[in-house]
C-alpha cells in the first residue's frame, strides 16, 4: 500500500493556506448576525435605531427591513427558510438579523445595541416528552417487514426464539464542532459573484445562492480548496451565505460573515436525539432469528431531516425475521441535519449494545456471535456483497488485539484502582459509486493539473487525486497538481455520503489515460513533431515512437502547446446485482476507576475492509480520527435543550465537551486491501464515516465487561457507573 | 418580553472612537499600529496584518487554534488585547519557518500526518513549539496533557504526540 505525505502539508503546516474567512478583498465590509433569544413565536419588533447610529455601521438588515431573498426550491440539508423573510422564530439562535460595519468590532457591538421584542410561545423542546406523540415521517416509510414463509408477525418470531432479550437505547443530541466556524466572504463585479465560503462541494453554494438571489449558475463562482473540517454541517448552504451575497449586493462592496463559535451551534444544523427499542431472538446456538428495532428521531420544524435510526439494523447480520419501524418527534430546536455516519452511527451503539447483551443471555462470547451471524447476503434484498472480508476483520483484530485474554465475567479483572474491560463491536457503513467528471491537463512545464470541483475536508483526498493521476501518467507525485473546490471545474463527487474517492478516484484515473490518448495522438499528428507518421505510446512520461522518447512536456514545448486538455466522466454505479458496504471490526479496551467511575480508553484497534486504499498514510489517520469522534459520542458528547426556552445549554467549546488529546490512547488501524472490483476498476469503497460506527458500541460493552454495569443511555459518564 | 443577546455585550460609544498607539514585533518586524481598543491580537494578526495563518475557532480562549507566541510563551491570541502587547514581541506560525526551511516540528507534524483539515494546525504546532522548550515532553502522558488545551475535531491526537516526539528527537 502506497503511504504519501498530504499534498497540502507544507501550506498547512506554514499557516500559507487559506481558508473562507482568510480572504480579505478590496474594500471589505463585516458582517455580524443578530440571533433570536426565543424558541418559538413572532418577532413584534426591533429597535435598530442605536445600532444605526453607533459609529461604522453601515446597514442593519432585519425582518422590518429584509435583503429579499428568494424560497429555496431545491432539497438541502439545511433549513427550508431562507433568513429575514418573515417574522417567525422557529428555534433559539435563528438567524434575524445582519448588521454590517467597517470592521468587525463595530460590527460586534452594534448587534449588541439591537433589542427585539417577541410574542413568545412555549416551544416544543423535550424529546422526552414528545415521545408519546411521536408520529411516522411525512413522505417516509414508517416500517419495513421482512418475514420468514409462515410467520406472521415479528413478534410471533420473537416469541418462537429459544433466547431473546429487549432494551431500549438513547442517544442525546450531538454536534460537528468543526474546528472551523462557518464563514463567507462575497463579493460583486458587475453582476458576477464571487463567494469563498466554507463547503463539502462548492456547487452546493451555487445551487443555494442562484435560487436564493435570482440569478444563473454561471454567474456565481465559488472558490474554497481549504475547508476546516465538516463532518456533515458544511453539506447544507446555511443562512449566513446567502444573506452575504445578498448584502453585498446591496451595498456594492464586499462582505465577510464569520459565525461566532455560538453562532455555530444554533444557525448550523446538529445531529438528532434518537430512542431505539430492539428485540433480537435467536436459537441456542446463536443463530439469529428475529430482528425488531423501533427507532425514533427527533426533528426539527426547520427542517425535514431526521434519522431512520434503526435501518442499520435491516443490513448488518443475516436473520430470517427483520422489523424496523421510523418515527419522528418535531421539536422548534435548531436544524436536525446529517453528521458523520447519520443514523448508522446512533443504530450501530443500539444493535452493537444489544449483540452483547444477546450474547450474555446465550452464554456465548460475543466475537463468536457475531461470527455465527456473518452474512453472504443483503439481508433485505438478499443480493451478495460486493466484496465482503468481515469474518477476516474478526480474526485479525482478535488475534491482534488479544481477545482471548477478555474474562466472560465482568467486573473481574483489575489493575490497581482500576477495573479493565474488553469490548469490540462491527463498524459498518454503506458504500456506492457516484458519477464524477475530472479534467486533466498536461502542461509544456511537464506538470499534470487534475481539477474537479471535489472537496478536501482533511480528508486527504487532494493526494488522492495527485498519486491516482501520478500512477496513470508515470510521473513522480510532486509533479500533480491537484485542483479541488472551485466551481468552475468538472462536476466532481462531493465530500459526503463516505463517497469522494469511489467516484472520483475513477474518474481520476479514466481523465489521466483520456490525457494520455491526447498527447498521443498530438504526437503522432501535429506537423512539427518528431514523432510523426510513427507509432506512438505513452510510458513513464515520456512520448515514444521510432526508437526516441522525449517527456510530454518537452514535446509540448517543441510544438508550442501550452497544454493538453481533457474532461472524462466516470458513471454512476447502479448498484443493481450486489449489495455494497465497507465492514470493520472495533476492538478496545476500557479502565474505569472503582472509586469515581471514570471511564477512560486505553487501547484501540479498528481492522478495516474497505477495498483499496489509495493512500495508507491519510486513511489511517481518518479511521483513527472517527474513532476519536465514537470515543466522544461514548464517552462525552451531550447538547443540552432547555426543556422550558430551548436553548442549548451548553452552546460553547468549554461545555460541549469534545476529545482533547489526553483523552485518546495510541489507535492501531490495520487495512485488508481487498480491492472491490465489482465497484469500480480502482476497487476503492470509502472510509470517511466507516469508523465511527462501532465505536460507541464497543466503549459500552468493554464498560460493560470492566463494572458489569450496562448503560443504554449515551454519553456514559462516570455518574452512570458510580 | 424585550430582550437584546445576552451574549452580546456593548462596549461604549466613546471607547470606539478611541484609538491605541502600540508599537511592537511581530515576526521580527516592528510595527506601530493605531488599533481599536477592543481589538484583540487574532482579529488584528489577522484583519488588520493580513498574518491569517492563526486561526479563530471560538474565540473565548476554549480551543487553541489561535495560540502564538508573546515574548517567546505561548498565550491565546483571541484572550490578548493588542493595546497591551506595547514593547511586546509576537510570533505567529508565518515566522517559524527560516525562508524554505521548515521548523523541526512542521517537518514532524508533515512526518507523522499531524493534521487533516489543518486549522487547529497553526495553535497545535505553537503550543508544540513552547512545550518543547519548556520541557514539557518527557513522556508520552505528559505530552497529552500539555497539548491537551489544543482540540483538533478531527481526531490526530495520536499522530500529533508522534509529531512532537519526532521534533523531540
Redesign the interface.
Known sequence: MRSV??E???V????????A??H?PEGLAYGYL??S??ARGTILGMDTAPAER???VIAVYTPFNPLRLHPYTQADTAELLPPLQDDRVCYYGQVIGLVVAE????A??A????????D?ERPRASFTAGLPNATPPSGGTPETDVLAPGVTSIDEALAASDVSITETYTTPAET??????HATVASWTGDRLTVHTASQGVRLPVERLTESLGIDAAQIHVINP????G?GNKWGTWAHTPLTAAAARALGRPVKT?L???QVFTVIGHRPITSQTVSLGAAADGTLVAVKNDGISSKSAANDFYESVADLSLALYGSANLHVSRKVVTMDVPATTIMRAPAESNGSFALESAMDELADALGMDPLDLRLKNDTPSHPVSGLPWSSKHLEECYRVGAERFGWSRRSPRPGTVTDGDWLVGLGMATATFGASRGEASIEVRLRDDGRAVVSGAAAD????QSTVFAILAAEVLGIPVDRVTPVLGDSATPPAAKAGGSGSTSANGPAVRLAAEAAKEAVVKLAAEHEKSPFRGEAVTYADGEVRGGGDAMPFGELLALLGVPEVEVTATSPRHPRREHAFRSFGAHFCEVRVNRWTGEPRVARWLCVVDAGTIVNV??A???I??????GIGQALLEDLRIEPDTGRFGNA???DYL??????????DVEFLNYPDTVLSDLGARGIGELSIVGAAGAVANAVHNATGRRVRDLPITLDKLL | ???????????S?SA??RLVEVTCTVNGTARSLRV?P??TLL?TL??RL???????????G??G?CTVHVDGRRVLSCLTMVATLDGREVT???G??EGDR?HPV??A???Q?G????????GQ?MSAVALLREGHASTD?E???A???????????????EAVKQARS
Do not use: W
Request: charged share 25%; glycine share 10%; proline share 5%.
Open positions: 505525505n498530504r497540502d502539508g507544507p498547512k503546516v506554514t499557516g500559507a493556506a487559506r481558508y474567512a482568510d480579505h443578530i440571533t433569544t426565543v453607533a459609529p461604522g470592521t468587525f468590532e463595530q460586534r457591538d448587534a449588541a445595541l439591537v433589542t427585539t421584542r417577541y413568545a460537528h464542532v468543526a474546528m472551523e466556524p481549504y475547508v476546516g473540517g463532518f464569520v461566532t463559535r455560538e475536508l482533511g480528508t486527504g498514510k491519510t489511517r489517520s481518518q483513527a480520527g472517527g474513532v476519536v469522534m460553547t467549546m468549554a469534545v476529545p482533547v488529546n489526553t483523552d485518546i490512547p495510541p489507535i | 418580553m424585550e430582550h437584546g443577546d445576552p451574549s452580546l455585550r456593548s462596549s460609544e470606539a472612537n481599536d477592543r481589538a482579529d489577522r484583519e493580513e498574518l491569517t495563518g492563526t486561526k479563530k475557532g471560538c474565540d473565548r476554549q480551543c487554534a505567529t506560525i508565518e517559524l519557518a521548515l512542521q517537518r507534524f508533515i512526518d500526518d493534521f487533516q483539515c489543518g486549522f487547529c494546525t497553526s504546532i502522558g505530552i497529552r496533557e497539548m491537551s488545551g489544543n482540540i483538533c475535531r478531527c481526531g490526530a491526537y495520536p499522530n500529533i504526540v
